[in-house]
């Protein structure tokens, strides 16, 4: 019984406590609108929040992120949808918001308990916000440049 205990917590120390080894593809990959004010407030907000890095980034507008448009035949122009890539799969909109807070820190986590909403109603209030990010949070000329110390975690071009 013991051996069972202690081989439990050898597994769940080795599988949640080696972030530095993980694969660049088992990063989720969030893509935002690098102009709007809004969006990089939230991106911001997330580093804060993601001590375990679990995220890396992408403007919508990047080569990085037109790309990843491109291969899911998404539009590459109008963007009104934070997007994340998970597994090779993309969620959008408040899906896309409810998957990302799960892997916050603090209270943060805990608002995937909107989950049980039907995603269409979730959506008619992420697209009202949507629809006045810029008129409300204003708009940038040009995409955010990451600081030294965060350039590893934004993928800006396609390699």
């Known amino acids: 019984m ?9 597994i769940v120390s080795v599988v949640f406590n080696v972030n530095s ?25 997330i580093i ?4 375990k890095k679990h995220f890396k980034f992408a403007s919508l507008q990047s080569d990085f992120g037109q790309n990843i448009l491109r291969k ?8 009104d949808s934070v997007i994340l890539l998970k597994n090779n799969q993309l969620y959008e909109k408040a899906e896309a918001a409810i998957e ?6 603090g209270f943060w986590q805990y608002l995937r308990i909107f989950k049980v909403f039907p995603t269409p109603i979730l959506n ?8 006045n990010r810029y008129r ?10 990451p600081t030294t110390d965060l350039r590893e975690r934004f993928l800006m071009e396609d390699s």
Not at 21 to 45: T, W
Not at 136 to 145: A, L, N, P
């Open 2 to 10: 013991n051996f069972f205990r202690l081989y439990n917590v050898f």
């Open 21 to 45: 080894m993980r694969k660049p593809d088992e990063y989720q990959i969030i893509l935002f609108d690098g102009v709007c004010n809004f969006c990089n407030a939230s991106i911001n907000f």
């Open 48 to 51: 804060d929040h993601d001590p």
């Open 72 to 79: 899911f035949s998404k539009n590459t122009q109008d963007f």
């Open 100 to 105: 990302i807070v799960q892997h916050l820190s």
């Open 124 to 131: 008619f209030f992420y697209d009202i916000v949507a629809k």
């Open 136 to 145: 409300i949070f204003g708009k940038s000329d040009v995409c955010r440049m």
